[in-house]
DNA sequence: CCTGGAGTTGTCCTA
DNA sequence: TTAGGACAACTCCAG
């Protein structure tokens, strides 16, 4: 063998060149490279991707490839479990040493671990990084040394004792393993839609890739950043960051976002750029959780409501998914998710509050739902923001806590921005009535070319009602011990 | 081990 | 009109 063994860059949540500490390791261990990506729905307990990350994931490779191309190395693609994968590409390269940021969800940590144990046993290196979270799951621990369960204690220690490493520069050059192997064809995948290609809205709002991610950043920091604490809240005006599906793929590493923010602190307000970054820390109080708490998108956090009877209305679950509800910022919220594969966090909670109070319906049914239409799926954030919301998670939102959706409308749509871009059927409606339609009086509807019940359903529940519902019933388990639940 | 303060994002009723 | 308290109780976490 005329080449040294080379070594394999696994890329998975992290498809960036800038930094990545594997890929880094990778260019400084001298050796030649080998960039691979494994699209793993094989080994055990993988939750498979939904189709809007999928989407997503076929843009974000094409640009990790067409990166990686600049410096003459190619990616390679393999589909099966990547266990499997690795000893194939190891026995046909004589690689002699792997290489990857490690990921939390169940499936993909005990993949980490069983790779990590046979690499070292068959003598080949394997080094994993911390790259697609600022801190150790196990690193962060409550002064009686035991996982946080609330944010703000969390918090509080992160912001005292934060050290971000500065981010890593992107290679200027990669010595490529010359072997020929064999790719997969990304087409092949069958990551696009095709019958029918409902992903013309996601393309138009969306860019994908690394530069594509800095590009927004940028934006959001010179325009929005100053005010992010105030109008973050104000889902017509767009003013957050946007960030969360470039994160979700690691187009862009939260290090980066951490120290582009502090650079940023003399011109941003100071109480702005606290907010936004708690929003960064939620993410890492998320991947904490789902770290102690495998489960996390299956199991109550609370044990509690295990035995709680949720209504299994698949009409109403339909009505919901499909944005018909009747309430037009609950449906605004679910035509934006479904057109855009994204929806504004303010509305997240008011939908999500929706399903499970006003509806009664499992949060792990919208959970479910955000996981298939999410470009920013998350293994960690989307269940536990479901849980939040649904008052079975860590810190949650008390039960009697249930949005109106009539009066979010009104305070933070309050021009009917938001909704009447997402319900066309509602844009010559006043935007006083756009809380509540069904209380505009007929000449008004009338005027506005609206009959209810035919160009926009009425609402699938009275507010009062729902929500007397849900105090009554979720009263019933709210003081009840469950039990020791281990 | 004990103590005390606190806990992402709300709503509604009453005075 | 507006401001303040009730809506539950529990567990978490630091000192």
């Known amino acids: ?57 076929h843009h974000g490779l094409t640009d990790l490839a067409a990166n990686l191309q600049t410096l003459d190395c190619p990616l390679n693609l393999k589909s099966g479990a990547a266990e499997d994968v690795l ?33 070292k046993d068959d003598g080949c290196e394997a080094k994993s990084f911390a790259g697609i979270i600022i801190h150790e799951p196990d690193q962060v621990r409550t002064g009686s040394d035991r996982p946080y369960r609330v944010y703000t204690p969390f918090w509080k220690n992160l912001a005292e004792n934060m050290q971000v490493r500065a981010p890593l ?8 393993h010359s072997g ?46 100053h005010d992010y604490d105030k109008a973050r809240d104000n889902p017509g005006a767009d003013c957050t960051s946007r960030m969360s599906p470039y994160l979700r793929h690691g187009h862009v590493s939260p290090h980066q976002l951490w120290h582009a923010c502090q650079d940023e602190g003399r011109m941003a307000d100071d109480h702005a750029r606290t907010v936004w970054m708690k929003e960064l820390v939620w993410r890492e109080f998320s991947y904490h959780l789902l770290n102690h708490n495998p489960r996390l998108h299956e199991r109550n956090f609370n044990a509690r409501f295990d035995h709680f009877s949720w209504r299994r209305s698949q009409a109403d679950l339909r009505a919901w998914q499909k944005g018909q509800t009747g309430y037009p910022i609950v449906d605004a919220g679910m035509r934006q998710l479904w057109q855009t594969g994204w929806m504004h966090n303010r509305v997240r909670m008011i939908v999500g509050s929706f399903l499970v109070k006003h509806l009664l319906v499992d949060w792990r049914e919208g959970e479910d739902w955000f996981w298939e239409t999410l470009v920013d799926g998350d293994p960690a954030s989307n269940p536990a923001q479901w849980q939040w919301v649904a008052g ?77 519902r849900a105090l009554d019933t979720l009263a019933e388990i709210s003081g009840k011990s469950a039990g020791d639940g281990s």
């Open 87 to 119: 000893r194939e590409i190891i026995k046909e390269s004589g690689a002699d040493a792997v290489c990857w940021n490690r990921c939390y969800a169940l499936g993909e940590q005990n993949a980490d671990r069983a790779i990590k144990a046979w690499l």
């Open 169 to 176: 520069p992107a290679p200027g050059a990669i010595k490529t």
């Open 1 to 57: 063998m005329s080449d040294a063994p080379p070594i394999i860059c696994w890329f998975r949540q992290d498809l960036r060149l800038a930094d990545n500490p594997a890929l880094t390791h990778a260019v400084e261990s001298g050796k030649p490279v080998i960039a691979l990506y494994v699209h793993d729905e094989f080994s055990p307990d993988i939750r498979p991707m939904g189709a809007a990350q999928k989407w997503w994931l």
């Open 392 to 468: 079975t998670g860590a810190d949650a939102a008390p039960f009697f806590r249930i949005f109106n959706p009539i009066l979010q409308a009104e305070k933070f749509d309050p021009k009917g921005t938001y909704i009447k871009r997402f319900v066309p059927e509602l844009i010559d409606l006043p935007a006083k009535h756009l809380g509540a339609p069904w209380n505009a009086p007929e000449d008004v509807l009338e005027e506005a070319g609206i009959t209810l019940g035919e160009t926009y359903p009425y609402p699938i529940v009275d507010h009062k009602k729902a929500r007397q």
């Open 180 to 225: 020929n192997l064999t790719s997969d064809s990304l087409d092949h995948w069958g990551f696009l839609p095709t019958k029918p290609d409902w992903s013309a809205g996601m393309a138009n709002a969306w860019e994908i890739g690394e530069k594509a991610a800095h590009k927004q950043l940028d934006a959001f920091l010179a325009d929005n950043l």
